[in-house]
C-alpha cells in the first residue's frame, strides 16, 4: 500500500477521536463551563449533524474541487475547528467549533474512498478503502480512551489540543504523500443525491440505520455520567472503560462483517439489532455494579457497531436494484443516516436524563434498536416478495 494512504488513515484516525472523545467528557466539560449534562450531550449531537448536512451538500458543491487541494482544504478546517475548541471561552463557542469540525468530516469521508481507491490498482480497491477505515477503528481502540484520559488529567481543552496536533500531522502527510494527479469520478449535483431519497426501500434502510444508532446513543452518550454516578467510578477510570468499549468495538466490527457475509445482511442485522437491545436492557439492571457493568460495556461494544457492514451492504444491494445510476450516493447518504442516529439519540438521551435520569436511557435506547429491528424484519418480509414476483408473473405468462 502506498504511503499516502497511511496519511489518509491518520486524517481518519484524528477525525474519528474527536467524534467520540467527547462522550467520555461531558461530566468533565458540564462541570467546568457550567452547563446541564444533557447541554453537554448537545455537542454530540451537533457534531453529528454537521457531519449528515456536510456529507451530501457540501460533497455535491465541491464536486469540482481537484481532490488533493480539498483534502488539504478539509484538514485545515478540521484542525481550525479543534483549535477554536481549545481556545473555546465558553459553551457556543465549543458548540460552534463542535460544527465546524462536523462539516470536514463529513466530506473527508465522502471523498476518501474515492482517493483511497485513486492511490491503488484496481485489485486492491477493497484493501485500500479498509485500511483507511481502520483509522475510526483504532480511534475507538485508543485515541478515545487516551483523549478521555487527557482531558480527565489535563482539562478538556488540552484534548482538543492534542486532536489539532494530530490535524496538523495529517495535514502535513497530505501535503508531502498524496499525489495531485488523483482521479476524479464526475461529480454528483445535490438534485441527485435528493432523488435517491425518493426511493421507499432506500429511505426504509436509512431508517434501519438512524434507529439503530439513535437507539445505541441516547445511552452511549452519557455512559461517562453513569459510569461516574451510578457505577461509582472515579473520574480518572472511564478512560480504562472506554478502552475495554474500543477493544471490544473493534472485534465486532470484524465479527458483524463475516455474520453479513456468511448469513446475508438482513439475517445478520436481525441478530446484531436483538443482542444490541437485549445488551441496553442489561445495562439498566448492572449499572449499579461496577463489575457488572464492565461485562455489560463489553458486550455493548462488540454488537454496537457491528451493524454497519451490514447496513452498508445492504444500502448498496438495494441501490444495485432501485438506483443503480446513483449507488455511490445512496451509500453516502446511508453515513449520514448514522450521523442523523447519533444526532437524535443523543439529543433524545439528553432529554431522558432530565426528565427520567440517568439509568432510563439504557431501556429507552433499547426500544429504539428494536424498532429498528422491526423495520430490518419488514424489509426483509418485503425482499421476498419482491423476489417471489418475477416467478409468479412467469408462472402467469
Not at 441496553?280 to 457493568?293: E, K
Request: glycine fraction near 12%.
Amino acid at each position: 500500500m502506498p504511503l499516502a494512504l497511511w496519511a489518509l488513515t491518520l486524517s481518519a484516525f484524528a477525525i474519528g477521536t474527536t467524534e467520540f472523545v467527547i462522550v467520555g467528557l461531558i461530566p468533565t466539560v458540564a462541570a467546568s463551563l457550567g452547563v446541564s449534562l444533557p447541554s453537554a450531550g448537545l455537542l454530540v449531537s451537533l457534531y453529528a449533524l454537521g457531519v449528515a448536512v456536510g456529507a451530501p451538500l457540501l460533497t455535491a458543491l465541491t464536486g469540482r474541487v481537484p481532490r488533493k487541494p480539498l483534502l488539504l482544504g478539509l484538514m485545515a478546517l478540521f484542525t481550525l475547528g479543534n483549535l477554536v475548541a481549545w481556545l473555546a471561552p465558553g459553551y457556543q463557542a465549543l458548540m460552534a467549533a463542535r460544527v465546524l469540525t462536523g462539516l470536514a468530516h463529513g466530506v473527508f469521508f465522502s471523498i476518501g474512498s474515492t482517493i483511497a481507491t485513486g492511490l491503488v490498482s484496481k485489485d486492491k480497491a477493497a484493501s485500500a478503502i479498509a485500511l483507511m477505515f481502520s483509522g475510526l477503528t483504532v480511534a475507538l481502540v485508543t485515541g478515545v480512551p487516551l483523549g478521555t484520559f487527557i482531558g480527565q488529567t489535563l482539562g478538556w481543552q488540552a484534548t482538543f489540543l492534542a486532536v489539532s496536533m494530530l490535524g496538523v500531522l495529517a495535514f502535513i502527510g497530505s501535503l508531502l504523500l498524496v499525489p495531485r494527479d488523483i482521479p476524479q469520478p464526475p461529480p454528483a449535483s445535490l438534485a441527485a443525491q435528493l432523488a435517491v431519497l425518493k426511493r421507499p426501500r432506500l429511505l426504509l434502510v436509512y431508517a434501519m440505520t438512524a434507529l439503530g444508532y439513535g437507539g445505541s446513543f441516547i445511552a452511549f452518550t452519557y455512559l461517562a455520567p453513569i459510569l461516574e454516578q451510578v457505577s461509582g467510578f472515579a473520574p480518572s477510570r472511564v478512560g480504562l472503560v472506554m478502552l475495554v468499549y474500543g477493544v471490544s468495538v473493534a472485534v465486532g466490527n470484524i465479527w458483524g462483517g463475516r455474520l453479513a457475509d456468511r448469513k446475508g445482511p438482513v439475517r445478520a442485522l436481525q441478530l446484531i439489532f436483538g443482542l444490541l437491545a437485549l445488551v441496553l436492557l442489561a445495562l439498566s439492571f448492572t449499572a449499579p455494579s461496577p463489575a457488572w457493568v464492565l461485562v455489560t460495556v463489553l458486550a455493548w461494544g462488540a454488537v454496537a457497531f457491528g451493524n454497519v457492514a451490514g447496513l452498508q451492504l445492504y444500502v448498496v444491494r438495494q441501490a444495485e436494484r432501485d438506483a443503480p445510476q446513483a449507488v455511490n450516493v445512496a451509500s453516502g447518504l446511508n453515513i449520514a443516516a448514522f450521523n442523523v442516529g447519533i444526532a437524535g439519540g443523543a439529543w433524545a438521551g439528553g432529554w431522558v436524563v432530565a426528565e427520567l435520569g440517568l439509568l432510563a436511557t439504557p431501556w429507552i435506547g433499547a426500544l429504539v434498536v428494536l424498532a429498528a429491528l422491526g423495520l430490518t424484519t419488514w424489509s426483509g418480509v418485503l425482499d421476498r416478495r419482491a423476489a417471489r414476483a418475477p416467478t409468479m408473473c412467469s408462472q402467469a405468462v
